[in-house]
């Protein structure tokens, strides 16, 4: 049975380029989110979706956007990269958006803005 | 404005000892917390939970503690084990919070020596 599977696992892009990160959650689940963890900091929410709907956003620029799929599987984007987006992306599925499901993470994209 | 707080970056155990790992938090609307485990090159794995209206919670070798009045939550780990040694995390949900965002500390790196 597939965890919570993340592509790419590593990504290397230049300041001002736009990126899209994907990940496709465990069979049956239905909400997607994501987190920012940026190198000796604990991850950061960025958002949650949840039967193609957005249901939360963190604190995040406008630069950062998401979108959920028909099958759930989910993009990231980020346009405009900065240095400082540098940092591994996790996403996390669960079977729906009530706060008493668990959360399983994917193994995340590595994420490097030179 | 750090809501989740772990103040100790590191400790070190013997293989055996107890391990405990601490975590303050400032945000009265949080009603669950979790700790997760985190292995370099790895997503984050649910360890275990408590809801904010116990104090205790214990599943085999772990066990978390939760003082309210105090906000303060705990880890124990009885008896640790080399393969213990990760990165651990504790994370906190909002109360009334629709989706399932989590606001994590910046962890803890947990070394047991043999």
């Known amino acids: 049975d597939a965890g919570v599977t993340q592509s790419p696992t590593h990504l290397i892009k230049t300041r001002g380029q736009q990126v899209t990160l994907r990940c496709s959650p465990i069979?049956?689940?239905?909400?997607v989110s994501w987190y920012q963890q940026v190198l000796g900091q604990g991850p950061q929410f960025i958002f949650q979706?949840?039967?193609?709907?957005?249901?939360g956003r963190g604190n995040f620029p406008d630069r950062f956007s998401a979108r959920q799929f028909p099958n759930y599987s989910s993009e990231l984007n980020v346009n405009a990269l900065l240095l400082g987006d540098s940092a591994l992306y996790l996403c996390?599925?669960?079977?729906?958006?009530?706060?008493?499901?668990?959360?399983?993470f994917g193994s995340g994209t590595r994420l490097t803005v030179v | 404005d750090q809501q989740v707080k772990q103040n100790s970056p590191s400790l070190s155990v013997q293989e055996g000892r107890i391990s405990i790992l601490n975590c303050d938090y400032t945000?009265?609307?949080?009603?669950?917390f979790l700790w997760y485990k985190k292995y370099p090159a790895e997503g984050p794995t649910f360890l275990i939970s408590?809801?904010?209206?116990?104090d205790k919670n214990e599943d085999g070798r772990f066990t978390v503690f939760l003082n309210k009045s105090a906000k303060h939550l705990s880890l124990h780990i009885v008896p640790s084990q080399p393969g213990d040694s990760a990165v651990y995390f504790c994370?906190?949900?909002?109360?009334?919070?629709?989706?399932?965002?989590?606001?994590f500390g910046g962890g803890t790196r947990l070394m047991v020596k043999p």
């Open positions: 996390a599925s669960s079977l729906g958006q009530d706060r008493n499901y668990g959360y399983t």
């Open positions: 069979s049956g689940h239905k909400s």
């Open positions: 979706y949840y039967e193609k709907e957005e249901r």
């Open positions: 945000n009265s609307m949080f009603d669950y």
């Open positions: 408590i809801s904010s209206i116990k």
């Open positions: 994370a906190a949900r909002t109360r009334g919070n629709a989706g399932n965002m989590l606001t």
